[in-house]
């Protein structure tokens, strides 16, 4: 998988925009088909977050973010160890950000980077929204950290970019 790995970040590096989309698209269609105690693959909700994205009208970057927003759980599969992030916390969101972040700007990798922190975000300020997380999701809540203290909440707000996560 490390090979795998390093092999698409060399593939990326020479890539056109269209070919990028074509080799993310092929490398998360062939490791992105774990459940990890969800209905859908991680394709498949990848492919649902742009969806929605795209029916939003949210900006091109926006649909990115929201279709590579867990190709970390893909980055981090440990072949010694099979991930499943409803047992640990594999920082998903920063290895992902942080790959990608060599082939696209800011207003893709950061709403990447903080949609867990957005996720635990909307949990503290609507309990509403924590009961409406499948079980899966809301494991990987507590493990990812639980509610937001008030001074993560303004932190969380501070951010340029905290809105674009939210959504």
Same mark, same amino acid.
Do not use: W
């Given at each position: 998988?490390?090979?795998?790995?390093q *092999?698409? +970040?060399?593939?990326?590096?020479?890539?056109?925009? +269209?070919?990028? =989309?074509?080799?993310?698209f092929a %490398?998360?269609?062939k490791?992105?088909? *774990?459940?990890? !105690?969800?209905e859908?693959t991680? %394709?498949?909700?990848?492919?649902?977050?742009?969806?929605?994205a795209?029916t939003q009208?949210?900006?091109?970057?926006?649909?990115?973010?929201?279709?590579l927003?867990?190709? @970390?759980?893909m980055?981090?599969e440990d072949?010694?160890?099979? *991930?499943?992030?409803?047992l640990?916390?594999d920082r998903?969101?920063s290895? @992902?950000?942080? %790959?990608?972040?060599?082939?696209f700007p800011?207003a893709v990798?950061?709403?990447? &980077?903080?949609? =867990?922190?957005?996720k &635990?975000?909307?949990?503290t300020?609507?309990?509403?929204? %924590? /009961?409406?997380?499948s079980?899966?999701s809301?494991?990987?809540?507590?493990?990812?950290?639980?509610?937001?203290? !008030?001074?993560e909440?303004? /932190?969380? !707000?501070? *951010?340029?970019?905290? &809105? !674009?996560?939210?959504?």
């Amino acid at each position: 998988m490390i090979q795998e790995n390093q *092999n698409l +970040h060399l593939q990326l590096q020479q890539a056109d925009a +269209h070919e990028k =989309v074509d080799l993310l698209f092929a %490398y998360m269609k062939k490791f992105g088909q *774990n459940h990890y !105690e969800e209905e859908v693959t991680q %394709y498949v909700h990848g492919l649902q977050a742009a969806h929605l994205a795209k029916t939003q009208g949210q900006s091109d970057e926006m649909i990115t973010a929201a279709l590579l927003h867990d190709i @970390g759980h893909m980055l981090a599969e440990d072949p010694l160890e099979k *991930n499943n992030p409803t047992l640990k916390d594999d920082r998903h969101e920063s290895i @992902g950000a942080k %790959y990608l972040g060599d082939f696209f700007p800011a207003a893709v990798t950061e709403p990447i &980077r903080l949609h =867990v922190p957005a996720k &635990r975000y909307l949990c503290t300020i609507d309990s509403d929204y %924590y /009961r409406g997380l499948s079980i899966a999701s809301q494991k990987s809540f507590h493990l990812q950290g639980g509610p937001m203290s !008030e001074e993560e909440v303004q /932190r969380f !707000e501070s *951010n340029p970019f905290f &809105r !674009e996560a939210v959504q």
